[in-house]
């Protein structure tokens, strides 16, 4: 069946810009989670969702990091007045449920900030 | 709270060589312990998981780790390294009682002469 999906592949965008990452998680996957990916580094991780609401935002950096998941399914993190130090990529992964499931990850989506 | 060490940020082999792929944990409670692989331009795809069954864990493509809870270790090991194993490998740590986030390690790369 279908993996994760993210969209775009790749986001090139100007100091200050807003921009906005989506991901399509395995369908009837509940928990849905976002990492980020600096060069050099292991994924950290930035938020988690069960259903529609956000379970855990601990990891975002600052309030210029926002997440949605509407509808339980489609998430969509957004940034804003983005920054060089905000370039890296950014990973999704979804699991049937979350205590203990596997999380399945998409292919990413790379941010570069000019 | 919990954190990963791989001791090695590259590893290189000539194929058909053994593999091995160092990794401590350290954990305040009952871990559960993974390896992901991530190749070029791919996402990150989930090679083996303990969860306190067996000490010994056989993976995808011929991989496996062992638990050892004196030494707080889980390499990675396979016997004969094939030139398409090149890539990054990630251990990574998480609780295996309830919601947990994955805690990534920093990857080592792993470079397969022939």
Known sequence: GAGVSQTPSNKVTEKGKY???RCDPISGHTALYWYRQSLGQGPEFLIYFQGTGAADDSGLPNDRFFAVRPEGSVSTLKIQRTERG???VYLCASSLAASGDT???GPGTRLTVL | AQSVTQLDSHVSVSEGTPVLLRCNYSSSYSPSLFWYVQHPNKGLQLLLKYTSAATLVKGINGFEAEFKKSET???LTKPSAH???AAEYFCVVSLQEGYSTLTFGKGTMLLVSP
């Open chain 1, 86 to 88: 905000d370039s890296a």
């Open chain 1, 103 to 105: 999380q399945y990850f």
């Open chain 1, 19 to 21: 921009v906005e990452l």
């Open chain 2, 83 to 85: 030139m398409s194993d």
């Open chain 2, 73 to 75: 270790s889980f390499h």
